[in-house]
């Protein structure tokens, strides 16, 4: 069935740093893709989406390039900030039998110092 | 335009109990989705209401239930609760043709003693 797989957190990083999360994913169709965050004692929030290979999903400064040669939608921000700080899901939808379920990675915490 | 919302935000129960949450979809939107997201784990699909009826449904047992009303608002009931059952329940929205995209509310925090 489909899945995905994040990197495991907790990633620490310096504020201003470069961030990367990596994200892959299996689908026996074609998917679209999301990064979602959530921060603590809340719901999880769009942060981006791409619906078709080669897309870039981008919002808030961050980005993701929707990769079909390699199941890829790795999340990138150039200069992270403390603000930063919070979990994040990366995401697949697959219309199956005409539901549109996500299926969500376990989560990659960041943690931003000041 | 109003977002989704859920109640209560938190709640206590004991096992074997009987638990009622509820969700208010965003306006317009006419498919509710909800979602399970264990301590530290990602969201696990749970099941998807259309037009008042259940339209897919994930690996969980028959004592997880749910209705969508009319006016699309949604309630998931769990019977017979269980310790694992506590947990982050998530509702999302969205609009049926534009399914990829759902909302997510803000969720409701069961805790099953």
């Known amino acids: 069935g489909d899945s995905v797989t994040q990197m495991e957190g907790p990633v620490t990083l310096s504020e201003e740093a470069f961030l990367t999360i990596n994200c892959t994913y299996t689908?026996?169709?074609?998917?679209?893709l999301f990064w979602y965050v959530q921060y603590p004692g809340e719901g999880l929030q769009l942060l981006l989406k791409?619906?078709?290979?080669?897309d870039k999903g981008s919002n808030k400064g961050f980005e993701a390039t929707y990769r079909k040669e390699t199941t890829s939608f790795h999340l990138e921000k150039g200069s992270v900030q403390v603000s930063d700080s919070a979990v994040y899901f990366c995401?697949?939808?697959?219309?199956?039998?005409?539901?549109?379920?996500?299926?969500f990675g376990t989560g990659t915490r960041l943690k931003v110092l000041a | 335009e109003t977002g989704v919302t859920q109640s209560p935000t938190h709640l206590i129960k004991t096992r074997g109990q009987q638990v009622t949450l509820r969700c208010s979809s965003q306006?317009?939107?006419?498919?509710v989705s909800w979602y399970q997201q264990a301590l530290g784990q990602g969201p696990q699909f749970i099941f998807q209401?259309?037009?008042?009826?259940?339209?897919g449904r994930g690996n969980f047992p028959p004592r997880f239930s749910g209705l969508q009303f009319p006016n699309y608002s949604s309630e998931l009931n769990v019977n017979a609760l269980e310790l694992d059952d506590s947990a982050l329940y998530l509702c999302?929205?969205?609009?049926?043709?534009?399914?990829?995209?759902?909302?997510f509310g803000p969720g409701t925090r069961l805790t099953v003693t």
């Open positions: 791409a619906t078709k290979a080669d």
């Open positions: 306006s317009g939107h006419n498919t």
């Open positions: 689908a026996t169709g074609y998917p679209s």
């Open positions: 999302a929205s969205s609009f049926r043709d534009v399914a990829y995209e759902q909302y």
């Open positions: 995401a697949l939808s697959d219309r199956a039998s005409g539901t549109y379920k996500y299926i």
């Open positions: 209401y259309y037009r008042e009826e259940e339209n």
